[in-house]
Structures are given as structure tokens and as C-alpha cells.
């Protein structure tokens, strides 16, 4: 099955702490491309960060990194310093079908960052 | 750098008639675009995928002859909800990846599309 599972419905971080999303996937594919989006209110699909599977160097964006273990078929987000800015949903997603894939997304983790 | 446009963002609609969504790629050529649905509080449904000249590819489920969609250019791809009904009131959304195969998609702000 190709599945990609967001556990947490919703998170909740205090202004400037540390929060880690988790995702976990499923494929039979070696080589494939990991996403977080991001959709705030306004509903525009943002990118946060990609990460393609053969690279084992964790990738990262300024405030925002991943703890990808492969084995594992884990694809955690961790956001630092949080900032009232990044609430919104985040779904995590991974491609499949080659190098013009499609993408299959989790159901998403709602953020909420308090002042 | 890839911005994606579509339009209209918002648009009512009385059943039984069309309606044409378009997506546009601003700043890059788009070889592949992807149409999604999204339902309130939900995850993003790939409905198809659309290479630019060639016929499109929908999803198990979704009628394709009720979502029409093409891509006449590397820039421009439209789905049109034909002969649309209250249940077909939803989000949605493209997004449209570039020429090099980055695996990347853009996406569109999408079109809440509402059927009285």
C-alpha cells in the first residue's frame, strides 16, 4: 500500500519553542522525494522542505529540518523557534510513479502557535 | 521563482452549467501539471495528471468526462467541471512541476468553486 501517516491531528507550540511533526510512509520504491507543504489559512500549498531518499544528509531550512530515517520509513518535521506565522496545516507527502511522480499526502497536522 | 496562478479564486455557479478553471505557470515551463481536490478539513485528492499535448491521466474514480481537463502549452493547463452539481462544490487546487525533473510541484493558490 502506498500510505503516508500524519499521527498527530494537531499540535500545539508556545512562540520560540521547538515542535516535531511526524510522518511515516510506506513504499516499495528506493528512490523517491519526500515533502512538508505548508497551507495556512489562505489555503496556498507552500513548500517547507524536500528531501530526496538517497541522500542520508538531513535536509534543512533555516528554522525548519528533518529527521529522516530511511529504514524506518520516518520523515519527522522539526520546526525551531516557532513564530505565530507558521501556524497552519502541514502535510507531509512523497512522490511515486518516477521522476514526474505524483504525490500522495498525509491528512495533514494542524498547528497552533501560541503567544 | 515558481509561481503558479490559477484563476478564478472564487466562483458560484447555478447547476447544470460549466465551469473552467485555469492554471498558469508564471515562471517556468510546466511539462506536467496536476489537478487536486481538497474537502473541508481534508488532505489534498490527486483527481489527474496532464502532460502538455497529450491526454490527461485521472485518477481511479474521477469521471473524465465531467472534469475536463487540457494542456494546450507549457504554460497553461484548465479543468473544466462540466455540467456541474452541488456535490461537485469544493476546493481545487493545481500545482505544476518544471522541465528538469526537480520533483518539485508548485502550487496554484486554488479555486473554491461553489455549485447553488
Known amino acids: 500500500a502506498q500510505t503516508v501517516t500524519q499521527s498527530q491531528p494537531e499540535m500545539s507550540v508556545q512562540e520560540a519553542e521547538t515542535v516535531t511533526l511526524s510522518c511515516t510512509y510506506d513504499?516499495?520504491?528506493?528512490?523517491?522525494?519526500l515533502f512538508w507543504y505548508k497551507q495556512p489559512p489562505s489555503r496556498q500549498m507552500i513548500l517547507v522542505i524536500r528531501?530526496?531518499?538517497?541522500?542520508?544528509q538531513n535536509a534543512t531550512e533555516n528554522r525548519f529540518s528533518v529527521n529522516f530515517q530511511k529504514a524506518a520509513k520516518s520523515f519527522s518535521l522539526k520546526i525551531s523557534d516557532s513564530q505565530l506565522g507558521d501556524a497552519a496545516m502541514y502535510f507531509c507527502?512523497?512522490?511515486?510513479?518516477?521522476?514526474?511522480?505524483?504525490?500522495?499526502f498525509g491528512k495533514g497536522t494542524k498547528l497552533s502557535v501560541k503567544p | 521563482g515558481a509561481v503558479v496562478s490559477q484563476h478564478p479564486s472564487r466562483v458560484i455557479c447555478k447547476s447544470g452549467t460549466s465551469v473552467k478553471i485555469e492554471c498558469r505557470s508564471l515562471?517556468?515551463?510546466?511539462?506536467?501539471m496536476f489537478w487536486y481536490r481538497q474537502f473541508p478539513k481534508k488532505s489534498l485528492m490527486l483527481m489527474a495528471t496532464?502532460?502538455?499535448?497529450?491526454?490527461?491521466?485521472?485518477e481511479q474514480g474521477v469521471e473524465k468526462d465531467k472534469f475536463l481537463i487540457n494542456h494546450a502549452s507549457l504554460t497553461l493547463s484548465t479543468l473544466t467541471v462540466t455540467s456541474a452539481h452541488p456535490e461537485d462544490s469544493s476546493f481545487y487546487i493545481c500545482?505544476?512541476?518544471?522541465?528538469?525533473?526537480?520533483?518539485?510541484?508548485?502550487f496554484g493558490p486554488g479555486t473554491r468553486l461553489t455549485v447553488l
Open positions: 515562471d517556468f515551463q510546466a511539462t506536467t
Open positions: 507527502a512523497r512522490n511515486y510513479g518516477g521522476s514526474q511522480g505524483n504525490l500522495i
Open positions: 500545482s505544476a512541476s518544471d522541465v528538469s525533473p526537480s520533483d518539485t510541484q508548485y
Open positions: 528531501q530526496e531518499a538517497y541522500k542520508q
Open positions: 496532464s502532460n502538455e499535448g497529450s491526454k490527461a491521466t485521472y
Open positions: 513504499t516499495s520504491e528506493s528512490d523517491y522525494y
